[in-house]
């Protein structure tokens, strides 16, 4: 179950916190995307996306079916400076990883978390709209 309509968080450097929290669900490690950009108001900004396994790692419980309920734990490599900003998203990848057989049987956890999976989707494309130019 999908209780929160957040997709996106942001943290603000301080030159010795390399750990930053992303606490929503995440259906995979390679759904979350992290950026890095300088806020010193100097133009222009410079926005760095990060490289997973080369800019940071992560870290987090993934359950049986390998979701992170409760989010994940991104370590950078190092400690963004205090003009850094460091914006963490969820951006899913569009699939449709849920198949039910001719006749057959609708398992409930599967449904359930296809359903979450498409929350999470709609949610991204939310947060994209609310921030485009209209």
Do not use: C, K, W
Not at 7 to 21: D, K
Not at 45 to 69: E, H, K, M, R, W
Not at 72 to 98: D, W
């Amino acid at each position: 179950m999908v209780n929160t309509v957040t997709n996106r968080i942001e943290y603000q450097g301080n030159g010795s916190s390399a750990v930053f929290n992303f606490p929503y669900p995440l259906h995979a490690q390679a759904h979350l995307a992290v950026f890095v950009f300088n806020s010193s108001g100097v133009q222009p900004a410079f926005i760095t996306p990060q490289v997973l396994n080369t800019d940071y790692v992560l870290s987090g419980t993934a359950n049986a079916q390998g979701i992170y309920p409760n989010g994940i734990n991104v370590i950078m490599n190092s400690s963004p400076n205090s003009q850094a900003n460091i914006v963490l998203f969820r951006s899913s990848v569009v699939t449709n990883n849920f198949f039910i057989g001719q006749n057959g049987n609708i398992p409930s956890t599967a449904l359930n978390q296809e359903l979450d999976y498409l929350t999470l989707i709609t949610q991204r494309l939310q947060d994209q709209v609310t921030r485009a130019i209209r």
